[in-house]
Structure formats: structure tokens, C-alpha cells
């Protein structure tokens, strides 16, 4: 298994540009997070989802969208990129049921926005 | 809202000593979570705590919860340097799945 990946590793963005940071789990997970750790600082979950088709907000949601039309895929889109967005990303699965606890974290996408 | 408190923030100790991470949080958690992350890398799970008086050990590292005192604590025992690292805990107010971290504590074991 290839575990959580996430793509890209590095991006550069200008203000106002938009992307999707892709993440994938063939773990067949139900749970998928998406975080983002700003220098120094813990985690703060921007969404997350507890199954295909079904997604909901986190602590800081806004100016983010993610949508899971699959149980293996969990993108999460940047609208109009502001500086403030500049951080790295981590998305995360966990298992259904008693394991479900148990969280898995991709590698990162450290994303910068000039 | 549950807000999550570790302390200290930065540890610098010896190797072979003992030290104590303390992880406060505000409001009921009966699920406290801790992780390891290395400089540059992802986050790894170490201990899930699912109850009061929930004790798990691991090598050096052995986690506690007291949901009554709102604490939970990550004691090192003998530390190694391999054990340098920012170690994070997290709680989830019940059954919402949004999980709060604590701002972490860069351990820093010194040979």
C-alpha cells in the first residue's frame, strides 16, 4: 500500500490564483482530514469527511472547498490565494470503527503564496 | 469550544534523564491523542487514549489521561537522542471528529 499521498510537494502560488492540492488514500479508509500547520504552530483541520459525498467544516474552512466524490480521493481547492494561506498541508485518513482513532498522515504539500 | 495547552513549549534535556510533557484541555475530551513529528516531515501516531486512567507505553515514551483533571501527560524515561522531535497532542470533543491540536513541544535531547 502506498499509504496517504499527496501531490504537490511544492508549490509556489500568486495572489489571487487558484489550485487543488490532491490527496489519496488505498487504504480504503472512510475518514479523510485535510490540516494546515503554519510555522511553529499545531494543526488546525480545515475539513474533513466521513465518507464519499459527505464533507464538513473544520476549525478554519474559510477560503478553502474540498468535495469527495470517491472514498479514495479528497481534494481541497484554494480560491483567489491571499498570503495568508501559506503554510503546509496535510491531509490524513483513518479507518472505520473501533480503529477509526487512529489517524495516517501524508507527506505534505508546503505551499507559498507571493 | 475545546482548546488544548502543552507545556513547555521547548525541552532541552539530557540524555539518560526523565522529563514530562503536560497536555491540558478546556472542555470534555474523552479522547486525547498524542504524535510525533521529525523536523521536515509528517506526523506519526503514538498513543490513542480512549478513557480515564488510560496508561499505554511505548519504548521511553508512556502516555496517561485523567479526563477528570483534564490532563493528559507524556512521560520519557532514559531519553535517547533519537527521541528529539516536536511532540503534539490532540483532543476531539466526542463523536465530532474535529480534532484540536496543542502547539506542540520541540524536544531537544542532548548527548
Known amino acids: 500500500n502506498a499509504g496517504v499521498t499527496q501531490t504537490p510537494k511544492f508549490r509556489i502560488l500568486k495572489i489571487g490564483q487558484s489550485m487543488t492540492l490532491q490527496c489519496a488514500q488505498d487504504m480504503n479508509h472512510n475518514y479523510m482530514y485535510w490540516y494546515r500547520q503554519d510555522p511553529g504552530m499545531g494543526l488546525k483541520l480545515i475539513y474533513y469527511?466521513?465518507?464519499?459525498?459527505?464533507?464538513d467544516k473544520g476549525e478554519v474552512p474559510n477560503g478553502y472547498n474540498v468535495s469527495r466524490s470517491t472514498t479514495e480521493d479528497f481534494p481541497l481547492r484554494l480560491e483567489l490565494a491571499a498570503p495568508s494561506q501559506t503554510s503546509v498541508y496535510f491531509c490524513?485518513?483513518?479507518?472505520?470503527?473501533?480503529?477509526?482513532?487512529?489517524?495516517?498522515f501524508g507527506p505534505g504539500t508546503r505551499l507559498t503564496v507571493l | 469550544e475545546l482548546k488544548v495547552e502543552q507545556n513547555p513549549l521547548f525541552l532541552s534535556m539530557q540524555e539518560g534523564k526523565n522529563y514530562t510533557i503536560y497536555c491540558n484541555y478546556s472542555t470534555t475530551s474523552d479522547r486525547l491523542y498524542w504524535y510525533r513529528q521529525d523536523p521536515g516531515k509528517s506526523l506519526e501516531s503514538l498513543f490513542v487514549l480512549l478513557s480515564n486512567g488510560a496508561v499505554k507505553q511505548e519504548g521511553r515514551l508512556m502516555a496517561s489521561l485523567d479526563t477528570k483533571a483534564r490532563l493528559s501527560t507524556l512521560h520519557i524515561t532514559a531519553a535517547v537522542h533519537d527521541l528529539s522531535a516536536t511532540y503534539f497532542c490532540?483532543?476531539?470533543?466526542?463523536?465530532?471528529?474535529?480534532?484540536?491540536f496543542g502547539t506542540g513541544t520541540r524536544l531537544k535531547v542532548l548527548a
Open positions: 469527511s466521513v465518507g464519499a459525498g459527505i464533507t
Open positions: 490524513a485518513s483513518s479507518p472505520p470503527g473501533a480503529l477509526r482513532d487512529t489517524q495516517y
Open positions: 490532540a483532543g476531539d470533543t466526542s463523536g465530532t471528529y474535529k480534532y484540536i
